[in-house]
């Protein structure tokens, strides 16, 4: 803009603003319109001061002495001016930030003086208040001379303090005085006297003995102003200044005085005042205990020299802090407006942080007397036993509270407080009635129960006790309860989990072996989510395998467990057999989602030890998870993308998804002993790489799941160099799959975008070696989803390809390659090597074999084979791993199988003379056989026929061999597409 037009800008701002301010009507009713003309002349200033607008400042100055209506409003928009440059100075360059700063500051004495004259010569109130506020925000920043060597203090406590129009603006001033932080011995008098000056004005104004919750309850709004800048005044002053006035013996009763204040106005009802209090506290608290540490002594019971002055005051204070105690996250049962006990929806984050605070101040106060908190607590609960204080939001405080200090007392102390404090609430959840009080009394005591784990892990029949009770509460169906109940079970589980794996003292067999006999009637009436927390408390139970654990066979409790579970799998599983089309309804397919997210809660909480539970139903679970693809797939060529939508598609996908995700949480999980990487590689891995690269990559777009790239992405980083030889055949897969969405625009599918370029971060981080080895064609597709990432305009997803292509040590990842092998053969795999051929249909899913005790030697190849035509895939066995999973036999092969010297040829017989191998826990053959008789099995079916063993697996589908197989290879062999060599518009 010109620079003329900007000064007509400027004069025509400076005329309205003068025009409105001068007439005290015409502001009045036009408030909002000259408070925005005042934000446009400040923004303007901004701009052009102090370089074309030097005399900006003499200016507001000299037209303020001459009428005080524009005065008035000229100290409006120097507050706002010094709000804009010391507080809100982002939208400004640093440079020029810290020009305005120092040119305010070299000029600021005209403006202090402009304070001064219009604090001696006006008796306007509404000015006087204006000219405070202004002085106020500058007072965060002026000079502490303009201060400390002026009367501005005096003038502030003496003159408008005392004033009841005044009294909420100068208090501000004072604080923000108080709130300076000034070192020297030569300030502890002026603080000293300030603090002397306020006390002995708020003892006429408020006299000590006035009940203030009461009088608040009461009060007009500037008298509640008035209360809560008292409450920031203390908690300023006390914050930078206490240890000035401990300084002097003649102080100590006004800050006993100032305390007692502060805690008066801590028990108003009103929750911002609290917390302004609340911080203090924990502060105080907090230095209170290290003043004890510092002095030497000893802390628990003891009171220091320090703490000595305030003894009067710390009970009420622990008293006022226990009965405000905020909610913990723990508690899932409140208090609505209606006054209803109901289920909370929805985690409050600042009522958790300030239940931190407060918990933290409790337990330096009780660190400095024990005994103290204990008989607070011991006598608050006592008067809701006899009735003299019932009430819901009382109880809650204190049990919240008494949960909070778990840990600051010594052993024999909290055994006697806590069994006290349980006792009491047994008590009087027996003597009360109404499902909602013993809703608040159940969710107290399994709150405060699972806050002390070492007390229960010290005193098994309590803890058995208190099991059984949260057992009782799963059965209740009041809002909330049963959530309870199984959360405090899973923390307590996650805490005594070897209690109930040993034998106890008195006990004729270990708990857990009980529970497993009680589960079905504890869990009958809790809902799938609850039941998850349930199974997962168990999970965590089960995974504890420490040397003191010796009187339980984990893997027949798992199984004990887990058998209403199977049972209901094999439900389905039976329908499904005898009918088909009743295992694509949507009723079985959300049966199925519940089942695997089960299991999903198991294994994520029960680790290697899940693969016992999963050997039962595996083969099963990869056969529904194709045929559901297949389903899936049949729709969508029939009715178009939009069969996605469908309630039955829904169904259906999640329950693959669901399946997806509970062998990702296997794989993560997964270790030794029972899962190691040789089991994965040789029992878990054939089984299910297969298929689910299968069914990922031949889906439909629409129906494609990423969570295949999280579980590839979990392979790769469990098994690491382990996998490399699969990973090219991975990576062909997931391309297939992922790169015909993600090369459309950069919008859409954003999770299956990050999830992709994790899943090359990860196959540069561990299977480097792999990436050395691709053909050249899929190597430069790698190199090109990379950049082609980068270019992308989310920033998370340039990240994770950034990520993806960071260097890798590849220090020991590179394979052995042999001479003879071209880097254009996907196999790969040493040729001279003794082979091991098995026959398997195209479709079916391969089933792992081994001679009795056999080593596959270095470079042994595993080829899986089938009818001229089908596809063939080689596998590099790792040198000398037993192909066995710790604690299982070694894998039988079925009939017809035999040894010949370097190759294992193996002629699959009939299924019913495939017996199970001796000492799997029940179902485990499945793992090797994949299936009983007239199972859902996909590898039974004849070649010529395509009708499935036992007369069931004809029901699920046909293989498909001869051409159909060469095709399908074809097909396969097709699925590399190329990235485009320009981004879309």
Excluded at 2 to 24: A, C, D, F, W
Excluded at 150 to 159: D, H, K, R
Excluded at 472 to 481: A, D
Aim: charged share 25%; proline share 5%.
């Amino acid at each position: 803009m010109p620079v003329e037009h900007r000064s007509g800008v400027k004069q025509y701002v400076i005329s309205v603003i003068t025009g409105l301010s001068q007439n005290r009507e015409a502001s009045t009713d036009q408030t909002t319109f000259l408070y925005k003309m005042n934000l446009v002349l400040v923004e303007i200033v901004k701009k052009e001061w102090p370089e074309e607008w030097p005399d900006f400042i003499p200016q507001i100055v000299e037209l303020s002495r001459n009428n005080e209506q524009i005065c008035e409003n000229n100290m409006r928009i120097l507050k706002l001016l010094s709000e804009e440059v010391f507080l809100f100075g982002a939208d400004q360059t640093s440079t020029k930030n810290r020009v305005l700063k120092e040119t305010f500051k070299d000029q600021f004495a005209q403006v202090f003086e402009l304070c001064n004259f219009i604090m001696a010569a006006s008796q306007e109130p509404s000015l006087l208040v204006m000219t405070l506020k202004t002085l106020g925000s500058f007072l965060t920043w002026m000079d502490s001379r303009y201060i400390f060597e002026s009367q501005l203090v005096p003038l502030l406590v003496n003159t408008y303090f005392v004033r009841p129009v005044f009294r909420n603006a100068a208090l501000e001033c004072i604080t923000e005085v108080a709130g300076m932080k000034v070192d020297g011995v030569q300030f502890d008098s002026i603080f000293q006297g300030l603090f002397n000056a306020i006390m002995q004005q708020l003892m006429v104004m408020l006299p000590p003995d006035v009940n203030l919750p009461e009088a608040y309850e009461s009060a007009p709004q500037e008298d509640e102003l008035f209360v809560r800048n008292l409450a920031l005044f203390f908690t300023t002053f006390f914050t930078h200044h206490l240890t000035r006035l401990e300084r002097s013996a003649g102080m100590r009763d006004l800050i006993l005085r100032g305390f007692n204040y502060l805690l008066g106005i801590s028990e108003v009802d009103d929750e911002e005042i609290f917390k302004i209090c609340g911080d203090y506290y924990h502060q105080f608290a907090q230095s209170l205990y290290h003043s004890s540490l510092r002095d030497g002594m000893r802390v628990s019971g003891t009171r220091t020299a320090r703490g000595d002055i305030y003894k009067s005051i710390l009970s009420r204070l622990q008293s006022i802090v226990i009965s405000r105690m905020a909610k913990p996250e723990e508690v899932l049962i409140v208090e609505d407006e209606a006054g209803q006990i109901v289920r909370e929806k929805t985690k409050d984050t600042a009522v958790i942080a300030q239940y931190q605070m407060q918990r933290e101040t409790l337990v330096y106060l009780t660190h400095l007397d024990y005994e103290r908190t204990q008989n607070i607590m011991l006598e608050k609960l006592s008067k809701h036993v006899d009735g003299s204080e019932w009430s819901w939001q009382a109880l809650n405080t204190l049990c919240w509270a008494v949960g909070s200090i778990s840990g600051a007392m010594n052993e024999e102390e909290e055994k006697r407080f806590l069994v006290t404090v349980i006792r009491d609430l047994l008590s009087l959840c027996e003597l009360k009635r109404g499902k909602d009080n013993k809703a608040v009394i159940a969710s107290n005591i399994m709150y405060v129960v699972g806050q002390y784990p070492g007390f229960l892990r010290a005193h098994w029949k309590f803890l058995k006790t208190v099991v059984n009770k949260l057992f009782e509460f799963m059965h209740e169906k009041h809002p909330g309860v049963q959530d309870m109940a199984c959360d405090t079970f899973l923390k307590i589980a996650q805490k005594c989990k070897r209690k109930f794996l040993q034998l106890q003292v008195g006990e004729s067999r270990p708990y857990i072996e009980q529970l497993a006999e009680d589960l079905p009637m504890t869990i009958c009436d809790l809902e799938p989510h609850q039941v998850n927390t349930f199974y997962e408390a168990i999970g965590t139970v089960l995974s504890d395998r420490g040397a003191s654990v010796t009187g339980v066979n984990r893997a027949e409790v798992l199984a004990s467990v887990c058998a209403p579970l199977n049972d209901r799998f094999a439900q389905i599983r039976a329908v499904g057999a005898t009918n088909s089309a009743a295992l694509f309804e949507v009723v079985a397919a959300e049966k199925l989602q519940s089942f695997f997210r089960t299991n999903a809660s198991i294994c994520s909480a029960a680790g290697s030890i899940y693969i016992y539970q999963l050997s039962t139903f595996y083969m099963d679970a990869l056969n529904i998870f194709a045929v559901y693809t297949d389903r899936i797939n049949a729709e969508i060529q029939s009715n178009g993308e939009v069969a996605v939508r469908y309630t039955q598609c829904k169904a259906l996908r999640n329950a693959r998804r669901e399946f997806v995700k509970l062998l990702t949480t296997f794989i993560s999980s997964a270790g030794e002993p029972e899962s190691g990487p040789g089991v994965l590689l040789d029992v878990v891995l054939p089984q299910m790489l297969g298929p689910v690269l299968t069914c990922y990559s031949k889906s439909a777009p629409a129906a494609r799941d990423s969570e295949v790239i999280l579980l590839c992405t979990a392979l790769v980083e469990k098994l690491s160099t382990h996998i490399v030889d699969q990973v090219p055949r991975i990576i062909e897969a997931v391309f297939a799959g992922a790169l015909e969405l993600l090369t459309q625009n950069f919008e859409d599918h954003p999770d299956l975008r990050v999830r992709f370029y994790r899943f090359l971060r990860a196959v540069n981080s561990n299977c480097f070696g792999a990436l050395a080895t691709l053909p050249e064609a899929q190597a430069k597709l790698v190199i090109d989803a990379i950049l082609w990432a980068i270019k992308h305009t989310d920033r998370s997803i340039r990240a994770a390809a950034e990520r993806a292509h960071r260097p890798a040590d590849v220090s020991g990842l590179l394979p052995d390659v042999p001479a003879d092998v071209s880097a254009g053969d996907p196999g790969r795999a040493d040729r001279s090597a003794p082979q091991v051929r098995l026959p398997l249909a195209c479709r079916a899913a391969p089933t792992p074999l081994s001679h009795r005790g056999a080593r596959a030697g270095a470079g042994a190849a595993v080829r899986y084979g089938g009818e001229p035509g089908a596809h063939e895939l080689q596998v590099r066995a790792r040198p000398h791993v037993r192909l066995a999973a710790p604690g299982l036999p070694e894998f039988e092969a079925g009939a017809g199988a035999a040894v010949h010297g370097e190759s294992l040829r193996h002629q699959q017989g009939p299924r019913d003379l495939q017996e199970p191998a001796a000492g799997l826990p029940r179902g485990a053959e499945g793992v090797l056989r994949g299936g009983q008789p007239g199972a859902l099995s996909r590898g039974d079916q004849s070649p010529e026929t395509g009708e499935g063993g036992g007369g069931a697996a004809a029901a699920i589908g046909s293989a498909r061999t001869g051409k159909a197989g060469r095709e399908t290879g074809r097909r396969r062999r097709s699925l590399r597409p190329q990235l485009p060599e320009r981004m879309p518009k």
